[in-house]
């Protein structure tokens, strides 16, 4: 099976332009994240999909593969889809470009399922919440499954709500496993496999109702009855969003930067 991943990596981000080549223990972070990738024992291939000049020279000094991209696209789903479009593969790996310390493995947890369930279309990956302000946080997307692993629904609200029995607030300091139900809440963690056919499919969508409310792509293909399994992994990015973000992972890498 070809098995490409592919990492939208745009140079204009809202929060920390150019963050993709910021560089982290004197490499850009885009080479921390492509080099992780690669690492991954499933992947035919990496590609880095771009909309800019100075991430496609930055690539191509490092020895990667870079793809230009028109620069309207509104996701990195579509940015992917326009790869797609001229390559062979079989399988697609959409892989976050802002996470340098990526665990390969993760990769191949997302891929696996693939290979034992016929039928399948969509995958990604989630970890238990262990923390209180993780689970109310609407920053962190949290993620509800059936009893076969696959998405109910994805939202920033704390779901599962924590119903007890007992009228008293739940500890701070307490674990978040429910005591009935001994259930995890679980944070999706933003990585994606889809066969070719279905990612095709779903960039040719028009975004849906709840996508917009809760500003979260995936549930596009939920509300248009694509199913999406989902593998709990014991792994829990640092994405780089902020320059706090950024100075955290120079440190954790050995390098100021």
Known sequence: MNIVGIIPARYASSRLPGKVLAEIAGKPMVQHVYEQARQARCLSEVIVATDDDRVC?????FGG???MTSPYHQSGTDRLAEVVSRIEADLIVNIQGDEPLLDPSVIEAAVAPFFSEPGLRM???ATPIRELAEHLSDSVVKVVLDRKGFALYFSRCPIPYFRLDSPSPWPQESRRQHPASQLWPLKHIGLYVY???TLMWFASLEPTPLEKTEKL???RALENGCPI?????DYSPIGVDTPEDLERVRKLLGGEG
């Open 57 to 61: 020279r930055a690539v191509a000094d």
């Open 65 to 67: 593969r870079a793809e």
């Open 123 to 125: 995958s990604t990956v």
């Open 195 to 197: 066969t070719r056919d």
């Open 217 to 219: 792509e995936q549930l």
């Open 229 to 233: 399994r989902v593998v709990t992994v």
